[in-house]
């Protein structure tokens, strides 16, 4: 047994070390990767690594690029990663990414937690806002492969029902549970929803093993941190939807409140500058480590590493450009130009400059400054934020609406990154636009 163990533990290791270096070959043709503070990290026993969450592939990233650089050599201090529970079943990967229709027919197949479990992936659960895939599944696992008319409410077949026109309420009630798991009904697995969509006595059962589930899970990384090991998650429980910072959940304390050992925090900042033509340049910001144990409050360890991640945000012409953006539809003004622009964003980066701020180096220099600030143009006039108008524009009013999502609606989600900056150090805010 010792020896099947050992075995495996080498051959993770060669696994595990083949993909770090693919993906440290293949990220830097996708991103321009800039990393601050990577000397802070140290990989030491019991850290856990507390980083902001704005993409899914972040932990990826950051994980592949940790451990080459820091662990490569010492496979006992290779980090292991929260990762959503859905990750870790059958047709995630056709249903968050939609393949077409011959690739989704078999790719719905596809099972990738083999794959996840060697690079140390471990699955956590929600109670709120859950996939509708994998709470599908808890019903199955619970009921049986009945009805779906069997497990849900009227409420949740109507809710179903209306992202399905080809399907009335009636008509979904009489589809099996794995008939809806599989490739014809994917449309709807990404979609959030809760266990209120059951009937009532079964959303009780779901609720209660979903409890002991995210227990086990949460016992998972407390262990780990017993052992001395390293361990990454955000504090916000998933992705940020909207560019601010959500907040720290409960989940963090109760890891640290079952571990034995003081643990090592270690903050971690990630900005995408999407607001760019060609290569996103992506920032990972490491702030200074602190120690926290059982005995921290949870009030005390919200502020820490809120704080420590938060302070570590980096600010970009993207951020700073929708902030005038809206600042100008407020004041009810559409109009601008290069000039206005030029003149305007350069104004709000001396103000901000004075404050400290992580900033895009390129901001600080009159050149770089130049062909940044005309990258950015062509990114907002090719994603219509800006129509051209003899030679000036108007800023399109679609920015102001609530849509906060990146894909949708990149200037409130841009301007939602810096404002967050903002509200936790009210003292930069003052600073005139």
């Not at 995630?92 to 077409?100: G, Q």
């Not at 199955?140 to 409420?155: C, F, R, S, Y």
């Not at 480590?289 to 005995?295: A, D, I, K």
């Not at 130009?337 to 600080?364: C, P, V, Y």
Request: hydrophobic share 40%; aromatic share 10%.
């Amino acid at each position: 047994m010792r020896i099947r163990q050992q075995i495996g533990e080498v051959s993770g290791t060669i696994f595990t070390d083949t993909f770090v270096v693919v993906c440290c070959l293949l990220f830097p043709s996708i991103y321009e990767i800039h990393w601050r503070g990577l000397e802070k990290y140290r990989a030491a026993p019991s850290t856990l690594v507390a980083l902001s969450h704005k993409r899914d592939n972040d932990i990826v990233i950051i994980g592949t690029w940790t451990h080459f650089k820091k662990t490569f050599f010492h496979n006992q201090r290779r980090p292991h990663f929260a990762a959503r529970e859905d990750l870790f079943q059958p047709g995630f990967l056709d249903y968050h990414f939609m393949f077409r229709f011959i690739q989704g027919h078999i790719i719905h197949r596809i099972n990738v937690a083999p794959f996840l479990r060697s690079l140390r992936a471990h699955p956590i659960s929600h109670i709120v806002n859950k996939r509708v895939a994998p709470l599908i599944r808890d019903a199955m696992n619970i009921e049986g492969d009945v009805k779906l008319g069997d497990v849900l409410n009227q409420t949740g077949l109507d809710d179903f029902a209306k992202q399905l026109p080809a399907k009335t309420a009636k008509g979904l009630a009489q589809v099996r549970l794995s008939t809806f798991l599989g490739y014809k009904y994917r449309c709807l697995h990404d979609h959030l929803s809760d266990s209120g969509i059951f009937k009532n006595g079964l959303s009780h059962k779901i609720r209660e093993q979903c409890l002991k589930q995210i227990d086990q899970q949460i016992g998972v990384f407390a262990n780990i941190l017993d052992k001395g090991g390293v361990c990454m998650v955000a504090p916000e429980g998933d992705l940020s939807p909207d560019g601010s910072f959500v907040g720290v959940k409960s989940g963090l304390h109760r890891i640290l409140a079952r571990t034995k050992n003081t643990v090592t925090i270690q903050p971690v900042n990630v900005t995408y500058d999407f607001m760019t033509m060609g290569r996103i340049r992506l920032y990972l910001n490491v702030g200074d480590e602190f120690e926290v144990n059982h005995l921290t409050s949870r009030m005390e360890l919200d502020d820490k590493v809120r704080l420590g991640i938060v302070a570590q945000s980096q600010v970009t012409m993207g951020q700073i450009g929708s902030e005038y953006f809206l600042r100008k539809l407020e004041a009810d003004d559409i109009n601008t130009d290069i000039h206005e622009l030029r003149e305007a964003i350069g104004q709000r980066i001396q103000s901000l400059k004075k404050t400290g701020l992580n900033f895009d180096e390129r901001l600080l220099t009159c050149n770089n400054f130049e062909k940044r600030l005309a990258d950015f143009i062509a990114y907002c006039v090719k994603h219509k934020i800006l129509l051209t108008y003899n030679n000036s524009f108007i800023i399109n009013r679609t920015v102001e609406t609530p849509e906060n999502d990146f894909r949708f609606n990149p200037v409130r989600y841009s301007y939602n990154e810096l404002n967050t900056f903002l509200n936790y150090f009210p003292v930069l805010a003052e600073q005139p636009i």
